[in-house]
């Protein structure tokens, strides 16, 4: 980095004990230095200085009581990163690792992914160190109203729209949207992954696991190859992982591995989906319990470990930097030629480096998961229009969009001199658009 080390530097004095942060601020700098250098307008108008500073952070209480009548305090978090494009949009991730480095690395990547949707969304991110694993419904219930009594006041859906994510999902965000209709005697569509009979869209559960596998049968086709006979390892048992799987299967994939925080298994005549459905989204139980139904599979502590499987393509779905240099190795070594990032920032820089070198085709997050707030950004204009579009139209919608994504990104590494690097290319394509509306709007002095 040349003309942009100092605003990597002032990233690190002004924001430390934030790693997470400055990993993804690093890649995303590090891909725009030609932009730089062919839009010195950008420079002089501080637009990079600008785009790593958050417009607004908020930091609350969130006291709730537990079933034994004991106070519980958790700290909430909203990050509004950039409104250039649209009103801000995000997930909120209940997680106990969850601090504001790792909301504002979320938030961050959340610009680029956004506008690389082509819908008029801008970035954000949220949530809580609340851990739902292991509380009752009612518990979980009365940590999200106490939650969104707070959030409701710098959140509306001109304004703010939050969404799921890690540790949040249907169940959170109807105790979360019933609350804030509860304070502001409104029906409106603020926030999104709504149940299909209160304004949510159809495909909003799928969109994320979906839009990843159209994403990565692009990239693939472009090289003359597919999802069809390929062995697939996954990482991750929760929303994107399950329905990165089912689309991988639906489009001809053996998919042999699910994974938890707590270890992986492996089905080497493929996954049956219907068990792990059932004990992840309606008994809420762990990936082992796989095994008693299905005893030809093994079940191994460690979830890292899912990485030393044989596999063609690899789509990591679980959480941020699973995939480290020597998983990165192991993947190139055992033969897979593919990943496709469903989880945000699971490979580490390092890793990515490993990935590039050995010419493994690599869909990055920002873009390959992108199928998530795409879909939540429809559920927004349904809201809006109050009229609601069919399963096929909206995944059909979806699908395009991916494509898209893919098109943009990859034109844009080509431009620049990047061929075939759609990390270089889906940061660029995700940047030009919203540096150009900061530029046209100006700053406040
Ligand atoms: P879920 O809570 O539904 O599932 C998360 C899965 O990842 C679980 O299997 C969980 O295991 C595992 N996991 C979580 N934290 C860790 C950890 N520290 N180590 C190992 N495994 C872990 O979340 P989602 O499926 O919604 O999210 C998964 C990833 O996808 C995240 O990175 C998220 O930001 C990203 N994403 C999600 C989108 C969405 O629409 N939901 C959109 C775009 C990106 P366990 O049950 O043991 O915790």
Redesign the pocket.
């Known amino acids: 980095m040349k003309l942009l080390s100092n605003v990597m530097e002032q990233v690190l004095k002004r924001n430390p004990n934030e790693p997470e942060f400055h990993q993804a601020a690093k890649e995303v700098l590090e891909s725009l230095e030609l932009v730089a250098e062919r839009h010195p307008e950008f420079i002089k108008a501080g637009i990079f200085d600008r785009i790593v500073e958050p417009e607004r952070q908020i930091i609350f209480r969130v006291p709730w009581v537990d079933d034994n009548g004991n106070v519980r305090v958790n700290r909430g978090f909203r990050v509004q990163f950039n409104s250039a494009i649209g009103p801000y949009k995000g997930?909120l991730?209940f997680?106990p690792?969850v601090n504001l480095g790792i909301i504002k690395f979320?938030g961050f990547e959340q610009i680029f992914k956004n506008s690389l949707t082509g819908l008029p969304i801008g970035g954000a991110k949220g949530g809580s160190d609340f851990d739902p694993?292991g509380k009752s419904d009612g518990e979980v219930m009365r940590f999200c109203q106490s939650f969104m009594t707070e959030l409701y006041r710098h959140i509306g859906p001109d304004t703010d729209v939050p969404?799921?994510?890690?540790?949040?999902?249907a169940r959170e965000i109807g105790y979360m949207y019933g609350q804030y209709k509860r304070i502001k005697n409104d029906f409106t569509g603020v926030l999104t992954?709504k149940g299909l009979t209160w304004g949510g869209s159809l495909v909003r559960t799928e969109?994320?696991g979906y839009g990843l596998c159209y994403f990565v049968e692009e990239m693939l086709k472009a090289k003359g190859k597919s999802f069809k006979g390929a062995t697939v390892a996954i990482?991750?048992?929760?929303?994107?992982?399950?329905y990165a799987a089912e689309k991988a299967q639906e489009l001809g994939a053996n998919v042999v591995t699910m994974?938890?925080?707590?270890g992986y298994i492996y089905d080497p005549d493929g996954i049956k989906l219907d068990t792990v459905k059932r004990i992840?989204e309606v008994e809420r139980k762990?990936?082992k319990e796989y095994v008693k139904y299905h005893p030809s599979a093994q079940y191994t502590e460690g979830?890292t470990g899912v990485w030393t499987v044989k596999c063609d393509i690899a789509l990591p779905?679980?959480?941020?930097n699973?995939i480290d240099e020597q998983s990165a190795k192991t993947l190139v070594a055992n033969g897979c030629y593919a990943v496709g990032e469903?989880?945000?920032?699971?490979s580490t820089n390092e890793a990515i480096e490993v990935f590039l070198n050995a010419k493994v085709l690599f869909a990055p997050?920002k873009a390959a998961?992108?199928?998530?707030?795409a879909t939540?950004a429809l559920e927004m204009s349904q809201n809006s229009m109050r009229y609601s579009w069919t399963f096929e139209e909206v995944d059909a919608k979806l699908k395009q969009i991916m494509v898209n994504i893919y098109k943009n990104a990859s034109a844009a590494a080509k431009e620049y001199g990047f061929e075939d690097n759609l990390v270089v290319g889906a940061n660029i394509a995700g940047f030009m658009k919203v540096a150009n509306a900061m530029y046209a709007q100006g700053i406040a002095y």
């Open positions: 997930g991730r997680h690792s979320l694993k969404a799921g994510d890690i540790g949040v999902g992954g969109a994320t990482s991750g048992s929760g929303n994107v992982a399950i994974s938890d925080s707590n992840k762990r990936i979830c779905c679980a959480t941020q699973e469903g989880a945000n920032m699971p997050a998961n992108a199928g998530g707030v939540s």
